[in-house]
T-cell receptor, first 114, second 118 residues
Framework: SQQGEEDPQALSIQEGENATMNCSYK?????LQWYRQNSGRGLVHLIL?????REKHSGRLRVTLDTSKKSSSLLITASRAADTASYFC??????????????FGKGTLLTVNP | GAVVSQHPSRVICKSGTSVKIECRSL??????MFWYRQFPKQSLMLMAT?????????EQGVEKDKFLINHASLTLSTLTVTSAHPEDSSFYIC??????????????FGEGSRLTVL
């Protein structure tokens, strides 16, 4: 079953604006990751935030994690047309031994209009 | 960053034939590789987890005899879709976890393989 649920499902903004995507999950996690996927391509890892972290930055990306609410947000500042892609959150959970799984949400399709 | 190569990127086959997809870690050793399936505009669904030298662990609902996974070396895993049918048409993506990164952390993804079964 799907762990992460992103909202909104689709987001359309103008270049230069900020884009915020949210992710909620249901069970405990070791970490939460955000990935980007251009249409028909593989996934590119953006950022990983561990369960004991609350906020992380990487360039124009800012990720927050609230384990009490089981939610995370991805903020892309000063968006560019090249940021147009689908963004997925994924929850990582090690259930013992080498049993580590990454479970993906349904994704947010971000369109940045020039 | 680490590179994962998938081949072929696109394959079209006739119903009833078998198709093999390769996933290679090019510049690192992958102790674990994961195979996902993605339908159009949908999320990635984990199909199976394969550890080098051992049998793959399949997710519930995934037929192990239909989707054969082999992870014979630390740099190569293969997914074979046997007796493919049109409903097997999908985007298949592999990912790999690098040796020494522990049991949690970043996975490196291939570019995906689009299978179309006629």
């Amino acid at each position: 079953s799907q762990q992460g649920e992103e909202d909104p499902q689709a987001l359309s903004i103008q270049e230069g604006e900020n884009a915020t995507m949210n992710c909620s999950y249901k069970t405990s996690i070791n970490n939460l990751q955000w990935y980007r996927q251009n249409s028909g391509r593989g996934l590119v890892h953006l950022i990983l935030i561990r369960s004991n972290e609350r906020e992380k930055h990487s360039g124009r990306l800012r990720v927050t994690l609230d384990t009490s609410k089981k939610s995370s947000s991805l903020l892309i500042t000063a968006s560019r047309a090249a940021d147009t892609a689908s963004y997925f959150c994924a929850t990582g959970l090690n259930s013992g031994g080498s049993n580590y799984k990454l479970t993906f949400g349904k994704g947010t399709l971000l369109t940045v209009n020039p | 960053g680490a590179v994962v190569s998938q081949h072929p990127s696109r394959v079209i086959c006739k119903s009833g034939t078998s198709v093999k997809i390769e996933c290679r870690s090019l510049d690192f050793q992958a102790t674990t590789m994961f195979w996902y399936r993605q339908f159009p505009k949908q999320s990635l669904m984990l199909m199976a987890t394969s550890n080098e030298g051992s049998k793959a662990t399949y997710e519930q609902g995934v037929e192990k005899d239909k989707f054969l996974i082999n992870h014979a070396s630390l740099t190569l895993s293969t997914l074979t879709v046997t007796s493919a049918h049109p409903e097997d048409s999908s985007f298949y993506i592999c990912s790999a976890r690098a040796r020494g990164t522990g049991n949690t952390g970043e996975l490196f993804f291939g570019e995906g393989s689009r299978l179309t079964v006629l």
